[in-house]
Nanobody, 119 residues
Framework: QVQLVESGGGLVQAGASLRLSCVLS????????MGWYRQAPGKERELVAS???????YYEDAVRGRFTISRDDDKNMVILQMGTLEPGDTALYYC?????????????WGQGTQVTVAS
């Protein structure tokens, strides 16, 4: 069992940037595909981006070109750099880890960090 702790959320104005971080403990992050999901009030949870053990990245259309996912295996960390934020990006963002080779990781979840984008 691994633990995931997210940080970096907050309240920003539209057009701003935020950097979310997620630290994995309990095992080496190198064993996992990592990802970020988000859930806005009244909406279903959706995948934002994922990154494989070999650092191949996948992005949903809504964020491609604005968000960048990366991993630092030495620090057991995955990062989501979010740029040109829009009010539609407001959501609770979850970090996810999965030992499978899948672009939709879903095994272990963090508690989430809130991102609010004001217009």
């Amino acid at each position: 069992q691994v633990q995931l702790v997210e940080s970096g959320g907050g309240l920003v104005q539209a057009g701003a940037s935020l950097r979310l971080s997620c630290v994995l403990s309990g095992r080496s992050i190198g064993c996992y595909t990592m990802g970020w999901y988000r859930q806005a009030p009244g909406k279903e949870r959706e995948l934002v981006a994922s990154i494989s053990r070999g650092s191949s990245a996948y992005y949903e259309d809504a964020v491609r070109g604005r968000f960048t996912i990366s991993r630092d295996d030495d620090k057991n960390m995955v990062i989501l750099q979010m740029g040109t934020l829009e009010p539609g990006d407001t959501a609770l963002y979850y970090c996810v880890a999965d030992p499978r080779n899948t672009y939709r990781p879903a095994e272990d979840w963090g508690q989430g960090t809130q991102v609010t984008v004001a217009s």
